[in-house]
């Protein structure tokens, strides 16, 4: 069996809600009346010739909704994902259904767009 298939594997049998997000380092936000604001640095060649040409900011401000700016709070290094929404439930009841597919996907995009990295279990900071 090669590396990366047993890699893929030990990932599969991985609960997404028992991964423990934490927001990644040298990343700045503020908050404002509750609500979370993201400094995304738009670097690279690509964004350097916008910049020039097309006077586009060197920083994008994302501002965060309710949700959002509820979930970005929780996030801690120490709980899960289903922690999280455990919170969630108790803050918004209802109003947060289908909880855990959103927030599953919430934490997609947060990976994705290298907002959140996840700590390995056992080695909660």
């Given at each position: ?13 991985t ?27 738009n670097t ?10 097309f ?18 709070r929780q ?7 289903y ?8 803050e ?34």
């Open positions: 069996m090669t590396k990366r298939l047993r890699k893929k594997q030990n990932a599969d049998l609960n997404y809600l028992d991964k423990i997000p934490a927001i990644r380092g040298g990343l700045n936000w503020v908050e404002n009346n509750g609500f979370v604001t993201v400094e995304q640095q690279g060649a690509y964004n350097r010739i916008a910049q020039k040409l006077g586009t900011p060197a920083v994008s401000n994302i501002d965060l909704d309710e949700f959002g700016s509820f979930v970005w996030i801690d290094g120490t709980r899960t994902i922690e999280i929404g455990q919170r969630i439930r108790e918004f009841g209802e109003k947060a259904e289908p909880l855990y597919e959103r927030l599953c996907t919430y934490f997609y995009t947060l990976e994705n767009v290298k907002y959140v990295e996840y700590v390995e279990t056992g080695k909660k900071e």
